[in-house]
């Protein structure tokens, strides 16, 4: 089992966080990236290989992804 599986990832929040109830939290898992709803600590996580966090968070810092 996984650290995620055993509850022992470390969440964060991004530093450009204002403490906004509405963050996504990321956990660093060795090659892999987390993502949670703050809100729902207990719901789904998203995971992803870092490579493709990176890419995911260059698009959105590039304005190339963004919520509509």
Do not use: I
């Not at 966090?53 to 698009?59: D, S």
Request: aromatic share 8%; charged share 20%; net charge negative.
């Amino acid at each position: 089992m996984s650290d995620l599986e055993h509850g022992n990832a470390a969440w964060f929040k991004s530093s450009y966080s204002n403490g906004d109830a509405e963050c996504v939290e990321v956990a660093l898992l060795g090659d892999t990236v987390a993502a949670r709803d703050s809100k729902q600590v207990a719901g789904p996580v998203v995971t992803s290989s870092a490579e493709g966090w990176q890419a995911f968070v260059a698009g959105v810092v590039g304005g190339v992804l963004r919520a509509s």
